[in-house]
């Protein structure tokens, strides 16, 4: 199975409703950034990612949100299902190497 | 299938001994990386390999090493091991540098006893 931090904030949502999960980050150098979904007992997911040029971005049920000024990141899902259940890790790259620097996860619960 | 493919999935050792991991990136990928995923550390960037070479370090102990290989699958040695190198992990590839989409393995679960 996973291995994930103890601690995990958890955003528990009803199916079909929408999630917001939301993730602050460190480095104001920081310029490309990348949403991971993490089932149990599997590797990072690529969700969507976005760059520091632009404030919003949208993929197949998904919108990414960047907010420079507050080192805020967050992302929506429309229309929770249940294979959305996981936990969520946003990831930073500064442009050194390509090397992500992750977020603590968010376990997103979505109830039927 | 993300594409990129780890072995072994499962290791139980013991302290002490030494272990090796092994990653194939996905076809066409010459960047590898290698991440720990602990349950007090979070995920932890360990090193980026690119075409052969070294490109980045991040945390990786003294203990561990890794080197890509001319035909670009790379391995990651851990020696010495301790009951706190337990974790899980994973192998990433993308085809370049900053800014390719980076594709995670399955992972390697390591149980130190």
């Known amino acids: 199975g996973e291995s994930v931090g103890l601690h995990l904030p958890t955003l528990s949502v009803q199916e079909g409703d929408n999630s917001i999960i939301n993730c602050a980050y460190s480095?104001?150098?920081?310029?490309?950034f990348i949403w991971y979904k993490q089932e149990s007992g599997k590797g990072p997911q690529f969700i969507i990612d976005?760059?520091?040029?632009?404030d919003k971005r949208q993929g197949q049920r998904v919108t990414v949100l960047l907010n420079k000024t507050v080192k805020h990141l967050s992302l929506q899902i429309a229309a929770t299902q249940p294979g959305d259940s996981a936990v969520y890790f946003c990831?930073?790259?500064?442009?050194?190497?390509?090397?992500?620097?992750f977020g603590g996860g968010t376990r997103l619960m979505v109830k039927p | 299938d993300s594409g990129v493919t780890q072995t072994p999935k499962h290791l139980i050792t013991a302290t002490g001994q030494r272990v090796t991991l092994r990653c194939s990136p996905r076809s066409g990928d010459l960047s590898v990386y290698w991440y720990q995923q602990s349950l007090d550390q979070g995920l932890q960037f360990l090193i980026q390999y690119y075409n052969g070479e070294e490109r980045a370090k991040g945390n990786i102990l003294e203990r561990f090493s890794a080197q890509q290989f001319p035909d670009l699958h790379s391995e990651l040695n851990l020696s010495s091991l301790e009951l706190g190198d337990s974790a899980l992990y994973f192998c990433?590839?993308?085809?370049?540098?900053?800014?390719?989409?980076?594709?995670f393995g399955e992972g390697s679960w390591l149980t130190v006893v």
């Open positions: 990433a590839s993308s085809v370049g540098g900053f800014g390719n989409t980076i594709y």
């Open positions: 480095n104001s150098a920081s310029d490309y």
């Open positions: 990831a930073e790259n500064n442009n050194a190497g390509n090397m992500l620097t």
């Open positions: 976005i760059r520091s040029n632009m």
